[in-house]
């Protein structure tokens, strides 16, 4: 059940730092907005659209902000725009494989962001199929420890369908079945444990483990991507070694 996801560690650790920036604000409107346009706009009878606003909450974004973007996209308030899911692939540097999720109202726009970031950075842009076949999609559930074993995760979350169960330092990470998602956090919740997001994410099938110096470019290309308004989420196969963790993390 158990194993260690050191590019995770770095991911989460990243995605923290990100939030309590703000610069994630924008983003995280847009995946309620578009939650409430795909399934209607009662949270309840709307996982997606529960998780989207939980995660919002939980990176402080104001609650008047989180509700315009709800009524928006369930069509109870104008000004909605016609955003679009689109995947991107691509290998980074040492061949890394990098999937790269765009929701957008211009595609051209989000084509050419995510092709200038990937050229700049030592990346190149792959055919479509050529490096998602190495990602599988799966539900994560993200928790801070306070205080939890894994044992007492694991004994919340195993009969809901839980496949792994990841120790990040100061946080765990519960892999499962897309399907299997609301069951998961639902789990967590009826055991009285607080999670900090629960969403579809692509978990990599096969890692390339990287050097300081690699995982330094990949990282500067990740923060590159991230940096479009029209990029939602980037996964990559990167593996990094505990040691270059630790010096990545005195950088």
């Given at each position: 059940?158990?194993?260690?996801?050191?590019?995770?560690?770095?991911?989460?650790?990243?995605?923290?730092?990100?939030?309590?920036?703000?610069?994630?604000?924008?983003?995280?409107?847009?995946?309620v907005?578009?939650?409430?346009?795909?399934?209607?706009?009662?949270?309840?009878?709307?996982?997606?659209?529960?998780?989207?606003?939980?995660?919002?909450?939980?990176?402080?974004?104001?609650?008047?902000?989180?509700?315009r973007?709800?009524?928006?996209?369930?069509?109870?308030?104008?000004?909605?725009?016609?955003?679009?899911?689109?995947?991107?692939?691509?290998?980074?540097?040492?061949?890394?494989?990098?999937?790269?999720?765009?929701?957008?109202?211009n595609?051209?726009?989000?084509?050419?962001?995510?092709?200038?970031?990937?050229?700049?950075?030592?990346?190149?842009?792959?055919?479509?199929g050529?490096?998602?076949?190495?990602?599988?999609?799966?539900?994560?559930?993200?928790?801070?420890?306070?205080?939890?074993?894994?044992?007492?995760?694991?004994?919340?979350?195993?009969?809901?369908?839980?496949?792994?169960?990841?120790?990040?330092?100061?946080?765990?990470?519960?892999?499962?079945?897309?399907?299997?998602?609301?069951?998961?956090?639902?789990?967590?919740?009826?055991?009285?444990?607080?999670?900090?997001?629960?969403?579809?994410?692509?978990?990599?099938?096969?890692s390339v483990?990287?050097?300081?110096?690699?995982?330094?470019?990949?990282?500067?290309?990740?923060?590159?991507?991230?940096?479009?308004?029209?990029?939602?989420?980037?996964?990559?196969?990167?593996?990094?070694?505990?040691?270059?963790?630790?010096?990545?993390?005195?950088?």
């Open positions: 059940m158990s194993g260690h996801s050191k590019w995770a560690t770095t991911k989460h650790k990243k995605a923290v730092i990100d939030a309590r920036r703000g610069k994630n604000f924008a983003k995280l409107i847009k995946n907005e578009v939650a409430a346009r795909v399934g209607g706009g009662d949270p309840a009878g709307n996982p997606t659209l529960y998780d989207a606003i939980q995660k919002a909450k939980k990176s402080s974004v104001p609650n008047d902000n989180i509700e973007a709800r009524k928006r996209g369930a069509g109870e308030e104008a000004g909605g725009a016609d955003y679009q899911n689109i995947t991107y692939e691509g290998y980074g540097p040492n061949g890394v494989a990098v999937l790269i999720e765009c929701l957008t109202d595609r051209n726009r989000a084509a050419g962001e995510v092709r200038v970031a990937m050229t700049r950075n030592g990346g190149n842009m792959a055919d479509p050529s490096v998602a076949y190495l990602f599988s999609r799966k539900g994560l559930v993200t928790l801070e420890k306070n205080g939890l074993t894994e044992d007492d995760v694991l004994t919340a979350v195993l009969e809901a369908g839980a496949e792994e169960i990841n120790d990040l330092d100061d946080s765990f990470e519960i892999i499962c079945e897309p399907t299997d998602l609301v069951a998961v956090r639902t789990a967590l919740q009826d055991a009285g444990i607080d999670y900090e997001s629960a969403e579809a994410s692509f978990q990599p099938s096969v483990p990287v050097d300081l110096e690699g995982a330094r470019k990949v990282l500067k290309l990740v923060d590159a991507l991230e940096d479009s308004d029209d990029v939602q989420d980037v996964f990559t196969n990167m593996d990094i070694p505990d040691d270059v963790a630790a010096k990545l993390d005195e950088e």
